[in-house]
């Protein structure tokens, strides 16, 4: 299975499970996911869902092969249903980030509480290298968190960094040995799922209120972007120099 359900007490981890791909997301992936999100929002005894990956691959982005033959960027595409279930979960994701975090292995950390990774973690998002652009909000969020110039020097220049890094601009909130992230990560899940449920799905909801409506405007305009940059000329390029390495 590329993607692995279980349940520990009132936590429900969500662990990509293609490490032959580095984790690397395909449809069928974000539909596992999409529906193990859905799933949980709709059950009482999930208090928390923890997002985890394989040692030294959290996550390496899309399968872009799979990605383009899935068409359109709809309501009925794999990726954009994982997208709206991500950004309107209403309860606390925690995510444990290991190695690779490429594109949305990025961008989703966004709409994590808590993100717990290694020092040697590296993130990037080089949407622009493949003629692409931001996706999963994160032309909003990102500036949010760390100022345009960081910013757009992570999105428009792709540039990767580091776990360090990310702790310093605020992305994780701790960071651990490799061998005791999971162990970390599920503490805290724990420590979330054993406070009083009400309380904390309000004070999530309280916390993302201010920008709950301009996430999701962002980021459908940044998919209809997205789609109209996937058909051009210099995205196919690009896409073909990739493919060609």
Known sequence: MQVICEREQHVLQIQLNRLDKKNALSGAMYRAMTQALLAAAQDDTVHVVLLTGQPGSFCAGNDLQDFI????????????QFLHALTQFEKPLVAAVDGLAIGIGTTALLHCDLVYATASSRFQMPFTALGLCPEAASSLLLPKLIGYQKAAQYLLLGEP??????????????LAEPEDLKVLAMQKAQQLAGLPQQAVRRSKALLKQPLKDQV??????????????????????????????
Do not use: I, W, Y
């Not at 033959?69 to 954009?80: F, I, R, Y």
């Not at 960094?161 to 701790?174: E, P």
């Open 69 to 80: 033959e899935a068409g359109a960027l709809d309501s009925e595409h794999p990726t954009v």
């Open 161 to 174: 960094f580091d776990g360090n890094q990310a702790f310093q601009m605020g992305l994780v909130n701790q």
């Open 216 to 245: 999701q405007h962002v980021l459908h305009q940044e998919l209809a972007e997205f789609e109209q940059l996937l058909h051009s000329a210099e995205c196919k390029q690009a896409l073909q120099r990739f493919f060609q390495r």
